[in-house]
Every structure is written in structure tokens, then in C-alpha cells.
């Protein structure tokens, strides 16, 4: 008998996990964006996460944290550095990405239930 490897599901957990994150920076971002001097906060992308996950030996990202920096791609007369459109776009592009995780990560469970004659 063979050992099921469930790894895939932790990387789709994942997903929802720095989807989320990025929600947060960016809504802190949006908050900060008309105070003077405000550096905005990016956050590390998934692809990135994954690699440095990969390189400790384990995709679950419940013992690594996502890496976040300031972002210096635009800079206001007051010295702020919040772009709205950018930030707009990371917001629903990660929408998007939680929405997938969520979605593979439940047919994936429904899968598992039925392999083992589970009822959904």
C-alpha cells in the first residue's frame, strides 16, 4: 500500500494563505495613501515563496513566513509612494488567486472523500 502524498494540498493552502496576505498589504497600502512619506509594502510573489519553501523542504507555510519589502517603482511629489492602480490590481489579481486555491483545494477534498467512500 502506498502512502498518499498531500503535498498539494498544502500548496493550495498556501495559496489562500499569501492570497489573503496580499489582500492586507494592499488594503494597508490603499489606507496609507495620502500620507506624506508613506512607503508602500509589497509582498513577495507566490512563485518566489514557493521557491524558498522548496529550498527548507516543506510547502507548508504555517512555519515560513511571506517576505514583504518596501516598494520604491513610484514616488508622489509629498514623497509617498502608493500607487492606487497598482495596488487596485494586486487587490483583485489576488482575489482571483484565493479564488482558485479555494476552488482546487475543495475538489480536492471532495476527491479524497469519495477515494475513501466518503459522502460530501
Known amino acids: 500500500m502506498t502512502i498518499l502524498n498531500l503535498d498539494v494540498l498544502n500548496v493550495y493552502s498556501a495559496m489562500a494563505r499569501h ?7 494592499s488594503a494597508t497600502n490603499i489606507a496609507h495613501a495620502n500620507d506624506p512619506g508613506y512607503k508602500a509594502t509589497e ?7 514557493l521557491a524558498r519553501a522548496a529550498s527548507s523542504g516543506s510547502v507548508d507555510s504555517d512555519n515560513l513566513q511571506f517576505k514583504t519589502s518596501q516598494s520604491d517603482s513610484y514616488e508622489a511629489p509629498n514623497g509617498n ?5 497598482l495596488e487596485m490590481f494586486k487587490a483583485a489579481d489576488a482575489q482571483s488567486q484565493h479564488d482558485l486555491a479555494l476552488s482546487v483545494y475543495t475538489k480536492s477534498l471532495g476527491l479524497l472523500r469519495t477515494a475513501i467512500g466518503k459522502k460530501g
Open 81 to 85: 509612494s502608493v500607487n492606487l492602480e
Open 43 to 49: 509582498i513577495e510573489g507566490f512563485q518566489d515563496f
Open 19 to 25: 492570497a489573503a496576505e496580499t489582500q492586507k498589504v
